[in-house]
């Protein structure tokens, strides 16, 4: 079995079309195909976007029995599936429920005139399923009689790919789940943080496939300290699922800047965060009063630089939301910043004359946007 990316995101959602309006219009997703009882696709309706690598199938229930229908009732809008491309989908469905996966889809071919698509669906985390997607012939026949393909016209593509995905599992379930991607998929844990902020703190470990194409940040609250983000988001989405997509862009200023200017909102960050920001993390080859006016924040590793920005949710529940990055040799997830951004506040708070030790915890709302990076960590070796 060999996983070799992520083939598609598929999110349910209580309108498809308001959902593909935002995605498109904001985010600047194109429309790629369609499915719904016309094409096949029983009391559903399915709207297939893409921009460059990244494809997102957004679906929505037409009966209340409808799977769709019952996620978004219980979680609201949000990632249903993980697509995950490999080989033999056949195969790697029998190989991973031996190895203890739940089996949910059993091995199905749709047929083209030009492609083939075998399908099959195994358990993930919560009440997300990975698909496994083994493809033949025309890979723009995104699955052939259900989903009519649409001709894409030409778009800016200022997204490139998955990067990662950042999922919340209940506390004490952290281990229990890098154990089962570990055991069943034949992920590897390559980083490991401890996250202590303003009284809040959680764990985080995370996952890769032997590809390195597909990566899941693992995220856990500590229960001994008071309740943050992770809690948040636990009570809200009705338990584990993915809290952020973090996308993967070359060119986060021109990205940011374009998104921003199409409505879309950003977390917040301190004009202080970015007081000795070349400092703490070497040159940036970037105009720093670029990044300080669209609020990118910028970390290193052995590695190199990471540039990323973090997207307000678009969803009423304040769940789901979005990552965008821009890799310059860092291979880790941005650990620095949490801690920066912190001060940065408390400096800010100081200067206004506020107790910052008071304060603190009641005026992060920037931190606890963030997904979660540590002020420990540590990196596992493979």
Known sequence: MEITGIDHLELHVGDARQAAFYFGTAVGFQLRGQGGPETGLADQRSLLLGQADIRLLLTSGLTAEHPASTYVQRHGDGVAVVALEVDHAAGAYAELVARGATAVAPPRTWTGADAEVVTA??????????????????????LPGAIESLPAGPGDDL??????????????RLAATVAYYERVFGFASTFTEHVEVAGQAMNSTVVQSPSGRVTLVLLEPDTSRRPGQIEDFLRWHAGAGVQHLALRTDDIVSAVGALAGRGV????????????????VGPVD????????????????????????????MHVRRTLFL???????????????????????????????????????TTTPTVAARPAVAATSREVAA
């Open 159 to 172: 997204l490139a790919e998955v990067d990662h995905l950042a999922v919340c599992v209940p506390p004490g």
């Open 265 to 280: 909102r950003f977390a917040g960050t301190p004009g202080s965060y970015y007081d000795g920001l070349e400092q703490r």
């Open 121 to 142: 669906e195994v358990g993930g985390f919560g009440d997300v399923r990975h698909r496994l997607v083994e493809r033949r012939g025309d890979r723009a026949d995104f």
């Open 323 to 361: 990552e965008l990055i821009e890799r310059r040799g860092a291979r880790t997830f941005g650990s620095g910043n949490i801690r920066a951004l912190y001060e940065a506040k408390e400096r800010e708070l100081t200067a206004a004359g506020a107790n910052p030790g008071v304060a603190a915890g």
């Open 286 to 313: 970037a105009p720093l009063a670029r990044l300080r006016e669209l609020g990118v924040l910028v970390d290193s590793d052995h590695g190199g630089q990471l540039l990323q920005i973090f997207t307000e949710s």
